[in-house]
DNA sequence: ATGATACTCGAACGCTTGTTCTGTGTCAAG
DNA sequence: CTTGACACAGAACAAGCGTTCGAGTATCAT
């Protein structure tokens, strides 16, 4: 017989995760144990539960006892762990940036984008995120190129380093730039060194819409 | 009382669906009738059903009866439809790409990026794709930045105008850079018009690794 | 040999949960 | 007013499902 003599996972224990990952991914949620047994050449419940919780003391797996189904994998992110941002509008020079109305439903916005929270960086898991396709090539100083999505939360504090999108009264414009707060007011850093930074005095308004958090560039289409 | 006479969805209807997919979202598995009727101020479980059949024939929930927590939406894309791409390792000028050998589990592995389908191109759903994570500045020219995760699929066919990831034996390095045939061999075309582009002849070997298909890039980091 | 550990099975128990049936009140059409 | 569709409530039933317990087998160290 195949031993396994408690060190780590074994084969079974994969055979387990597997099918709890492709039961889910084809039925949307989680599986029984006896369907477990089932599929797994697992004759009795009680050898499932076995598994189970020596899944779940290994991290691998989260637990809802006495609830139907109540499991789900925990490893990375289990599927089905994402995060659904609602596409504001494009970003343009010259053009202000829409703002999401407070009761807007990103579940029945036509323009969405989804993104899996285990890219979020900072577990921005807020649902205030937003995002926004950038139009033209006014931002590509900033390596943000023609019809790229960017994904923004809305600005309370931002730190020195960050990108942000700006509107700039002056130019009347918004565009995406990094902040800096200077001794007299604040920088606007481009990405690119061969671009100069805007200076911005202390007296002069800044509005800041929002700060970058992710950038997502789909390469489907032509280039010139 | 308030009257619907059967036109469409009513309040009833929409707050049992978010209450479905936010507490999808939550425990990773649908809820019981029972925990709907609590949380929309249902006292009876055959309301509930009756709510839910509704929904069913509007087209906007699945259930697989006499499963517990049998449900799903199917709105648009209900949470869950999402591609896990495992991460080969990292593209860098000088080194070679690493190859993903044909026994590789997504799931096992270490660094995977979860990508909702909805944002893939061309419906590259492939189960091939793999992902990079660029080092260096060396792509710079190429609007990607170190850190970015670049999305790739295996090359069978290049079309001009595509971004590819090919090895260059004179140089011995691994770069990306749009790609273009021409009458007497190959363009390699850097993004940033300031830079020339390479030219390859025919006769000279050429590696295609993939092509890229998405560029991430996360804003967590400081900038110097 | 002997005990400990890992693993497996089967069955019974009881809570969870979907289903169904009866009944009530409202409202519009006939 | 009667009728019927519609929106509910409540209770009871049956199946689904997690849990627990007793027991059996194989491997390994002592």
Same mark, same amino acid.
């Given at each position: ?8 996972? @074994? ?25 477990? !047994? ?10 499932? /539960? ?8 290994? !991290? ?13 994998? &925990?490893? /990375?992110?289990?599927? !089905? ?12 020079? @010259? ?7 407070? $009761?807007?439903?990103?579940?029945? +916005? ?13 577990? =921005?898991?807020?649902? $205030? ?6 139009? @033209?090539?006014?931002?590509?100083? +900033? ?6 999505? &960017? ?8 730190? /020195? @380093? ?7 009264? =002056? ?9 800096? *707060? =200077? ?8 990405? /690119? ?8 005095? *202390? ?19 032509? &280039?010139?």
């Amino acid at each position: 017989m195949m031993v396994r003599k408690s060190k780590g996972i @074994g084969e079974r224990h994969q055979k387990i995760l597997d099918f709890i990952a492709s039961y889910q991914r084809e039925h949307k949620h989680p599986p029984s144990i006896r369907e477990i !047994g089932e599929h797994c050449d697992i004759s009795s419940t009680s050898v499932v /539960n076995y598994y189970l919780d020596q899944l779940e003391k290994e !991290g691998l797996l989260e637990r809802d006892r006495k609830i139907s189904r109540g499991m789900r994998l &925990v490893n /990375n992110s289990p599927l !089905g762990d994402m995060l659904r941002v609602p596409v504001m509008g494009v970003i343009q020079a @010259g053009e202000p940036i829409p703002i999401p109305p407070s $009761d807007f439903n990103p579940f029945t +916005a036509e323009d969405t984008v989804d993104i899996a929270t285990s890219l979020m960086p900072t577990k =921005e898991k807020g649902k $205030d995120l937003f995002a926004l396709q950038v139009q @033209g090539d006014s931002m590509i100083d +900033a390596m943000i190129n023609d019809g790229d999505i &960017v994904i923004l939360k809305p600005a309370q504090e931002v730190r /020195n @380093g960050e990108m942000v999108a700006v509107w700039l009264d =002056e130019r009347n414009e918004t565009t995406l730039k990094y902040f800096y *707060k =200077e001794k007299d007011g604040f920088r606007l850093q481009p990405a /690119n060194p061969a671009y100069k930074p805007i200076m911005i005095k *202390k007296t002069e308004p800044l509005q800041i819409k929002g700060k970058v958090v992710m950038v997502i560039r789909k390469m489907e289409r032509m &280039v010139a």
